[in-house]
């Protein structure tokens, strides 16, 4: 599947506008069937290149999702990953900082579940919550996170600490093999509203929805400045920003899968081979188990 991320990927060599950056893309499926064949096909060749890179236990992938609520990143992981075999994907959600994960760093809560050789990590949100939410309502850090008071009487310096130490921080990883790709789901402000209306109108979708989306929807265009200046700020060679429309959920769930294969396939490696004594033995072993 050919696709051009001429303005849909962004590694610091270009600024990214969130008002030009579009939320509705040319199909890459012709049909409902077009589409799970080739969601299948994505699914089964991610899973045949996690496992030779639990082989080769070299590298690992990290997989960054952000957007607006309803954006669809629970069901995008699903969509992507769920062919593949679950001991080579840990997943990991960040809500509200709790008590002890406040006692640390901002970075600390993500740094501890970064993915192990030869596996595939998923952070549904982040650490760009604190370059997120925390600029939407920076009362959160200065109210409840526990900062001491010299560091937020700045919060611009603060804001562009917390950028400095992301770009270290995945730097670091990358240079230690896990290769990171960022996921922008950019959903439209009146496909939010359509997608919290079938929450609402669908009884099984009830629990998904609450008064706090709404809250939040009414922070729009902060939101939108919010990841704007973050994606600008902590695109890199090494960690790539994807604007991925969001409006199509399923041609949306085949773009991430065709980025998660193409940085598989980037990766150089293979599975061990054996020295000709290993060879040597596992005949010998062979030819035992013949006439057991």
Avoid at 136 to 142: A, G, N, R, S
Avoid at 144 to 149: D, H, S
Wanted: contains cysteine; charged residues 30%; neutral net charge.
């Amino acid at each position: 599947m050919e696709i051009d991320w001429g303005n849909l990927r962004f590694d610091g060599d270009q600024k990214f506008s969130i008002a030009d950056a579009p939320c509705d893309a040319e199909r890459l499926y012709t049909d409902k069937k077009d589409y799970r064949r080739k969601m299948r096909a994505l699914r089964k060749a991610i899973d045949a290149h996690q496992r030779m890179m639990y082989a080769h236990d070299r590298y690992s992938l990290l997989l960054v999702f952000q957007a607006m609520d309803a954006a669809g990143k629970d069901s995008t992981i699903r969509a992507v990953l769920s062919g593949v075999n679950p001991h080579g994907v840990e997943i990991s959600s960040f809500k509200r900082p709790s008590d002890r994960e406040l006692d640390y760093n901002f970075l600390w809560r993500t740094t501890v579940v970064m993915p192990r050789r030869g596996h595939i990590g998923v952070f549904n949100r982040s650490h760009y919550e604190e370059v997120l939410v925390c600029k939407v309502h920076p009362e959160i850090v200065t109210e409840y996170q526990k900062m001491p008071k010299e560091a937020t009487r700045d919060l611009n310096r603060l804001f562009a600490d917390r950028y400095e130490a992301i770009r270290a921080f995945e730097r670091y990883a990358a240079d230690n093999g896990t290769m990171i790709l960022k996921f922008f789901l950019n959903l439209s402000r009146d496909e939010q509203r359509n997608r919290f209306i079938a929450r609402i109108d669908t009884p099984e979708k009830n629990w998904k929805f609450s008064d706090a989306d709404v809250r939040e929807r009414g922070y729009w265009n902060d939101y939108q400045a919010a990841y704007q200046d973050a994606i600008n700020e902590t695109s890199r060679p090494y960690a790539p920003w994807f604007a991925i429309p969001a409006d199509d959920k399923r041609n949306m769930r085949l773009m991430v899968g065709a980025a998660v294969l193409d940085a598989l396939q980037q990766m150089d490696m293979s599975y061990p081979e054996l020295s000709p004594a290993q060879t040597s033995e596992l005949a010998d072993i062979r030819a035992r188990l013949l006439v057991d």
